[in-house]
């Protein structure tokens, strides 16, 4: 499954040693969708893709994921796995600029047609 959104929340690395004395570790992340009616969803990446997908907030991306559910003692609990994130593209969109050479400001941008013959005012 797929879903899009902007990182909001970065938790702290979490890790540890199993019963088995296996090493673990997992990075939990709250995402907010763009949707009409915004949602937070909060999920994990667990193991090596902890490191392989290293997120910030503010960014936005499709995160690939997995549901799962499991019971202990008597109740149940769902995660959602992270198995991939890309990061979607944040240029501005219309109207942005694009920086010419290093150490010159950016050329101004406007939102108004250029003048032409048509355009002259009389006064």
């Known amino acids: 499954m ?3 959104g902007k990182i909001i929340v970065a938790l702290p690395e979490m890790s540890g040693t199993s019963q088995a004395g296996r090493a673990w ?3 939990e992340y709250v995402l907010e969708t763009q949707d009409t009616i915004p949602r937070k969803v909060h999920f994990d990446f667990f193991g090596d893709r902890a490191d392989q997908y290293p997120l910030n907030v503010g960014d ?3 995160l690939s994921f997995d549901i799962e559910s499991r019971e202990y ?3 149940w609990f769902t995660s959602i796995r992270g198995w991939k994130a890309e990061k979607n593209n944040t240029a501005p969109q219309g109207g942005g600029y694009m ?3 290093p150490g010159f400001p950016p050329a101004p941008v406007s939102d108004f047609p250029a003048a032409g013959p048509s355009d002259d005012l009389p006064f």
Do not use: F, L, W
Request: avoid cysteine; charge should be positive; glycine fraction near 6%.
């Open 2 to 4: 797929e879903i899009k």
């Open 25 to 27: 570790k997992k990075r």
């Open 60 to 62: 936005d991306i499709t």
């Open 73 to 75: 003692n008597g109740r």
């Open 99 to 101: 920086p010419t050479e």
